[in-house]
């Protein structure tokens, strides 16, 4: 039964504007719909950080406004190109129609400066998801946003939500993503001193991640678009349940977050609901979504988020005008002592679970780097768009993923959800998933969204120095 990848497969390929594609959207499609349509302009523009202005790239704000639809909605959004670059529309996680997956050069063609795009799909799955560029490193300009799809069924166990999205910034005028690339591809990895804070203990790398931390050094992290000197506060009182949407919009950082003192109870991973667990601390991926519901304690905390391995955090304050007890920088401290659980024991409910089953392809994805002109490869092949895996339609698909490297890559795979499947357990679905150095992962799913999709290391850097294949339906 499962054969293992390599052959291109020698069929026609399903490609984005294929009526196959067409019609797995119209079955998306449900009877009263609404349509929700955005306008959007990609600008360079100053941004405040909490006392640090920045000038960048961005759609607006940062993080950008959210877009909020309910599932099932046909959403319409129109984007503008200020930039002087080319750009794209990526939509993080969603299982949408393949031409408006918004990939360069394998599902559109780019946005020249000054020009438009408009894209029009459905949202089918609620949960967290975001939207970011295709296009180069231009993430980690600050080109990123939240797309909340809610669930009109959900009653939630919570009062309110805040979504926090979390991002690793760069000194801005000067240094910028590309110059970066620049760098490393001239000059291979920089020395792995990511500096630390004044006044901050330089953070232990837990057992569980081991490898390297990043691979870009940042001056700051953010939590909503702010450094941890000027969190932005959100009001709330003792008692009053959180929904947590925690987002990973870093280039090149794992977070670590948690609420000092107060239990996360852990119910979405990327958007498709877990058998709820509380945890002190959770790990996110770059990419990766995290929704956690939290109740307020009889005081002011912050939700925390250190970088993993680099001395710094960003926060986020839960104010019920009860100050404090102690500072952000001890509890920040503190909390880089606590071992961060396994995510990928958490288990995907059974209304979203895929079942235990025999696939009827396996591709493996062997990660290795970096090589030379620091080229990060899957099977030992920088991305080739025209040289796929292929898949067909009906086939519960399996990717094995080994990491032989000392950097953890989260992996994502575009168009769909798989699910993970750890030492036989079901464990939880994802469309992002860290594989950890020298460690295997499992992630199955089920080929009903034809077209041409990326899968790919959300370390941006990595991407972009090779670390993307083609999952192709022929
Ligand atoms: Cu969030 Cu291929 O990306
Ligand atoms: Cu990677």
Redesign the pocket.
């Known amino acids: 039964c499962a054969s293992s990848g390599g052959s291109s497969g020698g069929g026609t390929l399903i490609g984005p504007n294929s009526p196959k594609v067409a019609a797995a959207e119209r079955a998306r499609q449900i009877a009263g719909a609404r349509r929700t349509s955005v306008k959007l302009a990609a600008i360079q523009a100053e941004v405040d950080l909490g006392g640090i202005t920045a000038n960048t790239w961005s759609y607006g704000d940062l993080p950008g406004k959210e877009i909020r639809v309910r599932r099932g909605d046909l959403l319409n959004v129109e984007l503008r190109n200020q930039l002087p670059q080319p750009t794209s529309i990526?939509w993080?996680?969603l299982a949408l129609r393949n031409d408006m997956?918004?990939?360069p050069g394998l599902t559109q063609g780019e946005i020249v400066p000054g020009g438009s795009f408009t894209y029009e799909f459905t949202a089918p799955d609620p949960g967290t998801y975001?939207?970011?560029p295709?296009s180069g490193v231009q993430?980690d300009r600050g080109l990123y946003a939240p797309l909340i799809v809610e669930d009109p069924e959900d009653g939630g166990n919570y009062d309110t939500e805040l979504v926090v999205v979390l991002d690793d910034w760069l000194d801005g005028l000067g240094r910028t993503p590309d110059a970066v690339f620049d760098e490393l591809r001239a000059n291979g990895m920089p020395g792995m001193d990511h500096g630390s804070m004044p006044g901050m203990p330089a953070m232990p790398k837990s057992d569980l991640l081991g490898g390297d931390a990043g691979d870009v050094i940042y001056p700051h992290v953010l939590a909503n678009g702010k450094v941890w000197k000027a969190p932005q506060a959100f009001a709330t009182k003792p008692g009053q349940r959180i929904r947590l949407r925690l987002i990973n919009a870093a280039a090149d950082t794992v977070f670590r977050v948690g609420v000092p003192g107060v239990p996360m109870t852990v119910t979405h991973a990327d958007g498709f609901p877990v058998v709820p667990v509380e945890l002190d601390v959770v790990l996110l991926g770059?990419?990766e979504r995290l929704d956690c519901v939290v109740t307020v304690p009889d005081r002011t905390v912050p939700v925390l988020a250190l970088a993993e391995g680099r001395g710094l955090f960003a926060q986020v304050t839960l104010s019920t005008g009860v100050a404090a007890s102690t500072d952000s920088e001890a509890l920040a401290a503190e909390l880089t002592k606590l071992v961060v659980p396994e995510m990928n024991a958490l288990r995907a409910t059974d209304s979203v679970a895929l079942p235990l089953r025999e696939p009827d392809v396996t591709h493996d994805l062997v990660l290795e780097g970096p090589g030379d002109q620091y080229s990060w490869t899957i099977n030992g092949k920088v991305y080739d768009p025209t040289d796929g895996l292929p898949i067909r339609s009906g086939q519960v698909v399996r990717l094995r993923m080994r990491n032989k490297s000392q950097m953890f890559h989260p992996m994502?795979v575009?168009g769909h959800t798989f699910q993970m499947r750890a030492n036989g357990k079901i464990g939880p679905r994802r469309d992002?998933a860290i594989v950890l150095p020298n460690r295997e992962l499992i992630a199955d799913f089920d080929a009903n969204n034809p077209g041409q999709w990326?899968?790919?290391c959300?370390n941006v850097y990595h991407?972009e120095a090779g670390m993307?294949a083609v999952l192709s339906y022929v």
Request: charge should be negative; avoid cysteine.
């Open positions: 990526h993080h996680g997956d918004g990939v975001w939207f970011h295709h993430l770059m990419g994502h575009h992002t990326l899968t790919h959300h991407g993307m």
